[in-house]
T-cell receptor
Framework: EAGVTQFPSHSVIEKGQTVTLRCDPI?????LYWYRRVMGKEIKFLLH????????ESGMPNNRFLAERTGGTYSTLKVQPAELEDSGVYFC?????????????FGPGTRLTVL | RKEVEQDPGPFNVPEGATVAFNCTYSNSASQSFFWYRQDCRKEPKLLMS???SGNEDGRFTAQLNRASQYISLLIRDSKLSDSATYLC???????????FGAGTRLFVKA
């Protein structure tokens, strides 16, 4: 069974540009999560989808970040315009249920560098 | 104060050693607890869930003390392959928000 996949694996952009990250969850997983790790800090929750609906987006840093999950399958996270502080590794995870005890499976991450 | 705090590390131990990691959490209403392992430049992977009764998986033992809001991970007979960062993860109630600790780096030396 395929795991969570993310694209691209790396992205280097200039400040002010737009970047779109993609996450394909494990097939059948209704719950999809985005996380971010900036250098030297812990992994931080960004948001949680249940199917196509945003269950919790309390971790989104500001309105330059837009996450979508049309059709309840893959998800995109767009950063527009990108700032230097947006650099970091963006992880996506999915789980079968949204219950707290359910295992979240992480993708390999997208390493974003904003110059 | 951070919601989840871990030993800062790094821990440098010889092969065969026993090493223990600690983690504390601030939200007494937290409901689920996990240890994840993250290798360098890789994604986190679930190592084990943590239950109040304690649980063991081979060389790994996890304990939860709700009264003290404290979680531990014990690794016995350390292997070179155990070298990684160990992340304490807590799920809060009311929305199941996932909160990560900063991680503790472990180096196991031959």
């Amino acid at each position: 069974e395929a795991g969570v996949t993310q694209f691209p694996s790396h992205s280097v952009i200039e400040k002010g540009q737009t970047v779109t990250l993609r996450c394909d969850p494990i097939s059948g997983h209704d719950n999809l999560y985005w996380y971010r790790r900036v250098m030297g800090k812990e992994i931080k929750f960004l948001l949680h989808f249940v199917k196509e609906s945003k269950q919790d987006e309390s971790g989104m840093p500001n309105n330059r970040f837009l996450a979508e999950r049309t059709g309840g399958t893959y998800s995109t996270l767009k950063v527009q315009p990108a700032e230097l502080e947006d650099s970091g590794v963006y992880f996506c995870a999915s789980s079968l249920s949204g219950l707290g005890a359910d295992t979240q499976y992480f993708g390999p991450g997208t390493r974003l560098t904003v110059l | 104060r951070k919601e989840v705090e871990q030993d800062p590390g790094p821990f440098n131990v010889p092969e065969g050693a026993t090493v223990a990691f600690n983690c504390t959490y601030s939200n007494s209403a937290s409901q689920s607890f996990f240890w994840y392992r993250q290798d360098c430049r890789k994604e986190p992977k679930l190592l084990m869930s943590v239950y109040s009764s304690g649980n063991e998986d081979g060389r790994f033992t996890a304990q939860l003390n709700r009264a003290s809001q404290y979680i531990s991970l014990l690794i016995r007979d350390s292997k070179l392959s155990d070298s990684a960062t160990y992340l304490c993860v807590v799920i809060s109630t009311g929305g199941f928000k996932t909160i990560f600790g900063a991680g503790t780096r472990l180096f196991v030396k031959a």
